[in-house]
């Protein structure tokens, strides 16, 4: 057993290992999925070192070429990059998906919310990150290109306004049930506090969904996820 392991874990179900650091946006994704599907005792974590660069070593790769986190690796060797991936994983483990849909229509709209969260507000944010500010330090910013972050800044700025657009008029990204396309959003804005990238003043409904969603206990409780339960009294 790893010093990140959890002592309560059921020893007859298969585990499931999750690469991340605790704290970063992208990892928050499959964290808040994790908890959504009642799955955490089931999950061991191993803490990459974002910082030092662990991310990007020869050894990292081989488990994730793109050299990112989360990485999700099952007991049979199997690894699984890529948020997007481990969360449809993770959802369909049971055979009752609740984040990724159900019907054809749910699926390819999730779906593709999914991916335009990711493209006009999460990744822009990202890119800005690493591009006009000092991102993880020059140990691991080996490129880095302000203009473009800057360029990507706005953009994220324009996505936030795009998502509220859509969330003036339904509960969640998706018409009237929680989803994947919620958790990426989420993400992109737990990015955006990161980087003081604060939402716009006229971005009032994105601004009352996102307290709403603070609020869940799977976006709350995701970095406590991982802390090392407290020895039995
Ligand atoms: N497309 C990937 C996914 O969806 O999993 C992107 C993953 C990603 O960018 N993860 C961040 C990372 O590894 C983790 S965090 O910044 O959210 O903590 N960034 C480090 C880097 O050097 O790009």
């Keep these: 057993m790893s010093a990140n392991s959890t002592p309560f874990i059921a020893d007859t179900q298969p585990m499931m290992t999750i690469y991340d650091w605790p704290t970063g946006p992208y990892p928050a994704r ?20 974002l910082w030092k660069g662990e991310h990007k070593t020869p050894a990292f790769r081989a488990k994730n ?23 449809e994983y993770l959802d369909t483990l049971d055979g009752a998906p609740t984040l990724t ?6 699926k390819g709209l999730i779906h593709m919310m999914t991916k335009r969260a990711e493209l ?8 800005y990150f690493h591009h006009a500010t000092p991102g993880l330090g020059p140990d691991v910013e080996i490129y880095q290109n302000a203009d ?34 919620d958790i990426t ?27 709403t969603m603070q609020e869940r206990p799977s976006v709350k409780n995701r970095v406590a996820m991982s802390k090392p339960v407290a020895a039995a009294a």
């Design 185 to 211: 959003v989420i993400g992109g804005l737990i990015f955006a506090g990161l980087v003081d990238l604060p939402l716009p003043d006229a971005c009032d409904a994105l601004q009352a969904w996102y307290a």
């Design 30 to 49: 499959v964290r808040i999925a994790l908890a959504e599907k009642g799955l955490q005792s089931r999950t061991r974590f191993e803490r990459v070192h």
């Design 65 to 87: 070429y793109s050299g990112t986190l989360p990485v999700l690796e099952l007991d049979d060797g199997t690894l699984i990059a890529e948020c997007t991936a481990i969360t």
């Design 148 to 181: 473009w972050g800057l360029h990507q800044r706005d953009k994220a700025l324009r996505g936030m306004h795009y998502f509220d657009g859509i969330l003036r008029t339904q509960p969640f990204v998706v018409g009237e049930t929680f989803s994947m396309a």
């Design 101 to 106: 849909g159900t019907t054809p229509r749910e």
């Design 120 to 127: 006009e507000l999460l990744d822009p944010v990202s890119v």
